[in-house]
T-cell receptor
Framework: DAGVIQSPRHEVTEMGQEVTLRCKPISGHNSLFWYRQTMMRGLELLIYFNNNVPIDDSGMPEDRFSAKMPNASFSTLKIQPSEPRDSAVYFC????????????FGPGTRLTVL | QKEVEQNSGPLSVPEGAIASLNCTYSDRVSQSFFWYRQYSGKSPELIMSIYSNGDKEDGRFTAQLNKASQYVSLLIRDSQPSDSATYLCAVNSGGSNYKLTFGKGTLLTVNP
């Protein structure tokens, strides 16, 4: 079975540009999570969806970040405008959506904002 | 602010030894606990989950949970160089069915 799929794997952009990260969760999983990982702050939850509905976006750093999940098999995380401090690895994870369920991570997108 | 604390390491053990990784958490109502392994440049990989007090064994890995002490640990027996990685402890946030809080991880190095 395919795991969580993310694209692109690497993104290099210039400050001020729009960045869109994409995620396809594991088929049948009802919950989807976007994380950001940096050396300084570790792995931080940005937002999570359950049944395509955003449940908690308290981790989204500011209005420049937005996320959507138009259907059960696709989600996007958009940053506009991007800033150098957004440089990080962004992971998408999915789970079955039940209490205590295990989350499975995608390979991540390494974002560099120059 | 719910917190998950881990020793950052690095923890260095010789091949064949037991590696012991520790994690404490602040939220008393947490019910689900996970250990992830992350190789450099890769994504976190789930290796153990534990929900009840006591020990849970899976191959060379044993997870231990003590909810009264708010403590969870991971033991790796017969450590191999391939176990060298960062180990992340994750705890579900109290009141939330789905949300996990991660520790910053412990870097383990197994020396041949």
């Amino acid at each position: 079975d395919a795991g969580v799929i993310q694209s692109p794997r690497h993104e290099v952009t210039e400050m001020g540009q729009e960045v869109t990260l994409r995620c396809k969760p594991i088929s049948g999983h009802n919950s989807l999570f976007w994380y950001r990982q940096t050396m300084m702050r570790g792995l931080e939850l940005l937002i999570y969806f359950n049944n395509n509905v955003p449940i908690d976006d308290s981790g989204m750093p500011e209005d420049r970040f937005s996320a959507k999940m138009p259907n059960a098999s696709f989600s996007t995380l958009k940053i506009q405008p991007s800033e150098p401090r957004d440089s990080a690895v962004y992971f998408c994870a999915s789970s079955l959506g039940r209490r205590g369920d295990e989350q499975f991570f995608g390979p991540g997108t390494r974002l560099t904002v120059l | 602010q719910k917190e998950v604390e881990q020793n950052s390491g690095p923890l260095s053990v010789p091949e064949g030894a037991i590696a012991s990784l520790n994690c404490t958490y602040s939220d008393r109502v947490s019910q689900s606990f996970f250990w992830y392994r992350q190789y450099s440049g890769k994504s976190p990989e789930l290796i153990m989950s534990i929900y009840s007090n006591g020990d849970k064994e899976d191959g060379r890995f044993t997870a231990q949970l003590n909810k009264a002490s708010q403590y969870v640990s991971l033991l790796i027996r017969d450590s191999q160089p391939s176990d060298s990685a960062t180990y992340l402890c994750a705890v579900n946030s109290g009141g939330s069915n789905y949300k996990l809080t991660f520790g910053k991880g412990t870097l383990l190095t197994v020396n041949p």
